[in-house]
């Protein structure tokens, strides 16, 4: 990637602080490291290629040079936005899903709790971490990383779910830098609507799975298994049990996928 490139295609954006690596071990530990010293509201942190990308849980993110966006957002949060800090990784969803289906008329999906998802395939994988001083956020940080490139998905034996890239969704060529700009852009629409009505009906009505039923892990060992209902306004997952209650479960460490066996889109009723 082109760092000057990079910085004349933000430009517009008046991102206050950037910090571009050829190669790096996790954007995200950039970022983490950076809030601790002075990082400023919406400093980014780009790399083209990651060594030690993470998600959630301590697995890996592959982030293969040339192919790829890895991207790291400080995030300041306002007293308001402490206050649902679990709905950043959402933000982060449901700008990108904007710019797949308005910019390049593609339709993706978003895999609760951080996922998003293109013909049932990830493209994108969302990790919002926090450095805390007791009881308060110091600063948030939106780890995006997103295949663009064929060449940026990684081998099925190393993947738990299956995996495409954006450009094998548009049948071309994509610009990373456009991407990345246009994405930046409409999560900088999207901040100040946080946890609104209309934030909530845009990630409910493009969620995965919804009205079908899944099969959920969760880190602690409990399995759900039920029909996908919606979202609450803690972005809990609304799950319909086959005893006929509804769960809700908090996001975190939890795996989402279809039930096996049902190809069935459950009814409303
Ligand atoms: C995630 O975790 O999906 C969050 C990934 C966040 C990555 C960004 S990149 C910028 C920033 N810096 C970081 O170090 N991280 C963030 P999770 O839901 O736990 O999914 C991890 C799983 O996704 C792995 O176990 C693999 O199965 C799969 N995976 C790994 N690399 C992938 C890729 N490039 N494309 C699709 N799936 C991948």
Do not use: C
Not at 43 to 56: F, P, W
Not at 80 to 88: D, G, I, P, S, W
Not at 148 to 176: H, K
Not at 219 to 238: A, M
Request: charged residues 20%; without cysteine.
């Amino acid at each position: 990637m082109d760092e000057t490139a990079l910085r004349n295609r933000l430009a517009g954006l008046h991102i206050p602080a950037l910090r571009y690596y050829d190669t790096v071990g996790s954007t995200n530990d950039v970022a983490l490291d950076w809030i601790l010293n002075g990082a400023p509201d919406l400093a980014l942190v780009v790399a083209d290629q990651q060594e030690t990308g993470r998600g959630r849980l301590g697995r890996p993110w592959l982030t293969r040079p040339n192919s790829a966006l890895a991207i790291s957002l400080v995030i300041r949060p306002t007293s308001a936005e402490a206050q649902q800090l679990a709905l950043f990784s959402p933000l982060a969803g449901v700008s990108l899903h904007q710019v797949l289906t308005e910019k390049y008329g593609i339709q993706a999906e978003i895999k609760w709790p951080n996922d998003v998802l293109i013909n049932r395939q990830k493209v994108a994988g969302i990790l919002v971490e926090a450095q805390w001083e007791g009881q308060t956020p110091l600063g948030l940080v939106i780890g995006i990383g997103i295949n663009i490139a064929p060449s940026a998905v990684p081998p099925a034996d190393q993947l738990l779910f299956p995996a495409t890239s954006i450009e094998t969704a548009a049948g071309g060529p994509v610009d990373r830098l456009d991407l990345l700009h246009d994405l930046l852009a409409s999560l900088l629409e999207w901040r100040p609507r946080l946890g609104s009505e209309e934030f909530f009906k845009t990630w409910e009505s493009n969620l995965a799975f919804l009205k079908e039923a899944v099969r959920i892990e969760s880190g602690g060992g409990q399995v759900y298994n039920g029909i996908v209902l919606g979202i609450d306004p803690d972005g809990n997952l609304r799950l319909l049990e086959p005893t006929g209650s509804e769960v809700r479960i908090a996001a975190g460490d939890v795996r989402l996928r279809p039930a096996e066996g049902s190809s069935t889109t459950a009814t409303e009723s």
